[in-house]
């Protein structure tokens, strides 16, 4: 038998249609790249991915990588999933990736359809899934072609190893040609993955708007830039923090925590209090406010903070003098 899950628990969530698809995801949705690995406390995983059911966030977000060790998060979730998710299968979408190096020699990286099949086929049995919900190419590969990445994509999907699929981190003008490559196939991309806070603008020079012309949906990764956009950084490294967990695998390290970053985050705060949020619910909101974001990709290191961001959902809406104030206080 599974968990018993609260049977409010879709009361409160706002669902977001991805782009033109049929498909609704959390506007707040939880990222497992980093508590899931086998390095992580495995009681307060559990609870962390219980909360989160609990409290209507339906996607969960892995990637092949995930971990420390790498694969250890997909291995840790699946055991998770069958031991309080089994019943809800159906009421969940659930993600991976590959794209980024998993395992040695020619075949283990970048984005050959050798390496993506091998690797979704991997991930499954990890998670003791028969399929996953969305399926990512989790960066650009330069050196294959791109008809060959969207083919094993096309195929995967075709052979109901996922539902849907998606492309993580490409420019706009690659995002452009994947999508029409896709919709040649008669797969559609379904969504992109890119980086986005705050700190962290690039999308809106050109990726929102080929999402928005395309009816491609976005599901924004690092809305709080690791943790910086949040009132643990406002008065320099907590011991907590990942930054000093030395981690690796792209988390931020000590010398992400500057000086002049603190010293936004401060500024924002002061924001923040005048909405009646935290640095943290005013950051996912800021993400949110375009329509054509689908959803924030959280990670969250303790239940607590889940708890404290998803408060974002409270006040999503922005003045413009309100947003005016924040890109002066970006751009100082
Ligand atoms: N496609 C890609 O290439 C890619 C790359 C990176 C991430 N992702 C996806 O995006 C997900 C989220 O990435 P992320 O973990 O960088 O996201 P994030 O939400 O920007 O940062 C999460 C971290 O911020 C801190 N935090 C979260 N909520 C907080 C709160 N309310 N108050 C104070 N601190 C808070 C915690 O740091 P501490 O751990 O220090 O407590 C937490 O681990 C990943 O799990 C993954 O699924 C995708």
């Given at each position: 038998m599974s968990y018993s899950f609260k049977e409010n628990r879709y009361d409160k969530m706002q669902y977001r249609r991805t782009g033109k698809s049929g498909l609704l995801l959390p506007a707040v949705s939880l990222g497992l790249w980093h508590n899931f690995g086998d390095i992580d406390n495995q009681q307060r995983a559990r609870e962390i991915l219980r909360l989160a059911f609990d409290e209507g966030i339906t996607h969960f977000d892995l990637a092949n990588n995930y971990g420390p060790p790498g694969g250890s998060a997909e291995e840790n979730f699946g055991r998770i999933f069958?031991?309080?998710f089994s019943d809800h299968r159906d009421e969940l979408i659930i993600s991976s990736k590959a794209g980024w190096g998993m395992w040695p020699g020619p075949y283990g990286d970048h984005g050959s359809k050798k390496y993506l099949v091998a690797s979704?086929?991997?991930?499954?049995?990890?998670?003791?899934?028969?399929?996953?919900?969305?399926?990512?190419?989790?960066?650009?590969d330069p050196d294959t072609p791109l008809e060959e990445t969207m083919r094993a994509l096309d195929l995967i999907v075709r052979q109901g190893k996922a539902l849907y699929v998606g492309i993580s981190s490409y420019s706009a003008t690659e995002s452009k040609a994947a999508i029409d490559l896709l919709r040649s196939m008669g797969t559609p991309c379904l969504i992109h993955q890119p980086k986005y806070s705050m700190f962290e603008r690039w999308v809106e020079n050109g990726l929102l708007d080929v999402l928005?012309?395309?009816?491609?949906?976005?599901?924004?990764?690092?809305?709080?830039?690791?943790?910086?956009?949040?009132?643990?950084?406002?008065?320099?490294?907590?011991?907590?923090?990942?930054?000093?967990?030395?981690?690796?695998n792209g988390a931020m390290d000590e010398t992400a925590v500057t000086p002049d970053k603190i010293?936004?985050?401060?500024?924002?705060?002061?924001?923040?209090?005048?909405?009646?949020?935290?640095?943290?619910?005013?950051?996912?909101?800021?993400?949110?406010?375009?329509?054509?974001?689908t959803s924030v990709l959280i990670g969250v290191s303790k239940p607590e903070q889940l708890t404290d961001s998803i408060k974002c959902l409270d006040n999503l809406s922005f003045a413009d003098s309100e947003l005016k104030e924040i890109d002066k206080i970006l751009q100082g």
């Open positions: 069958k031991q309080d979704l086929d991997q991930s499954l049995k990890r998670m003791g899934l028969e399929y996953v919900d969305i399926f990512y190419h989790h960066r650009p928005k012309n395309e009816g491609v949906g976005c599901i924004c990764f690092s809305p709080l830039a690791q943790g910086l956009l949040s009132n643990k950084y406002l008065k320099g490294i907590p011991e907590d923090s990942r930054a000093l967990s030395h981690r690796g010293n936004k985050a401060v500024q924002l705060n002061e924001i923040a209090k005048k909405r009646g949020q935290n640095l943290a619910q005013l950051a996912l909101a800021w993400v949110l406010r375009h329509e054509i974001v």
